[in-house]
């Protein structure tokens, strides 16, 4: 893998002005102060009021998709906002497009600040995600974060997100507001795991989401990453007629035929097409068969049975462990 370079780019300022231009005074002020060298700094925790299951609350933002309550009936519990998701906030380490990862690294940022411009009408049945988290719908809130393309839709599973927050995602992408106005990866690489972090055996994914209906796609993998790697998701060039001919060789095929053969051709076709162009198994093979057929297929790959493919990058991610994120210790590509 590739190693961050930490320095960052001083062209940012104009070019986010005028993406961003026309946002709130704050919003503008706060673009200023985080493109300015950065110290670090104890602030005052920033309150912003929420009107939770019908009780106006303050809660306290720490970034655009994630707040702690401070009263209420739920004081001190960290909450998840679901439905959507903004770009990781502690450091310059999502890059797609012609971004640069500080560029991004802003726009991050500013879906904090616009979280805590507002006050937002929530509700959770007190459900909680793997951290612990309570998870809250805030509905105008995930609107506002997506169509000023702050943030981008996202379930965690293969079901595709809300139908008013695709059409939100839908029109930031054609305005090209915010994350997609240099670019509009086929899937945001929202998250990365080393090897070392699957501590019960169950293996390690990366989480892929797409820009299209907000699914995600767990990308399993084996490798241990070192601090500040560069990863990144790719798109490998297709030609139709090759997975043309490839199809009926697959159904007739005594292993991946038993995977493709209750499909219709369109589905099967569209299985192989999906593995060749992103390497992964799509939404039309049950989760629990496509560690297999993901295998499988990465042997046809190595054999060249999809043809001379041309890699280009998707989305990436740099990777740095949790206790390296924060504080005066932090890896030195997210200063």
Known sequence: MRRANPRTSSAPRRRLALILGGGALALGLALASLLAPQRETQAAESQTKVILNGEAVAVHFNDGDSFRVLTGDFKDTKARLFGYNTLESYGPVHQWGSWTAHELYVIAKM????????????????ATDTYGRILVWCPKLAESQIRGGYAHVMSIDDNPGKPELIAAQREAVTKRRGIWAHGVPDFVLTSLHSKEEDVDGKGTYNRLVSSVDGHSVKWRHNTRYAECDRVCQYRY?????VIDELLPVAKSDAEIGAFLRP?????????LYDFAEYRH?????????????????????????????????GSCMIHAPFKRRFGGGKAECLK
């Open 111 to 126: 879906g904090t600040y616009n979280a805590r411009d507002g006050v937002w009408e929530c509700e959770t049945d007190g």
């Open 237 to 241: 060039s297709v030609d139709g007629a």
């Open 263 to 271: 499909l219709s051709d369109a589905d099967a076709r569209s299985v």
């Open 281 to 313: 198994i799509n939404r039309k093979i049950p989760e629990d068969q496509r560690k297999a057929l993901d295998a499988l297929l990465n042997e046809w790959a190595k054999a060249g049975k999809f043809g001379a493919q041309q890699r280009s990058e």
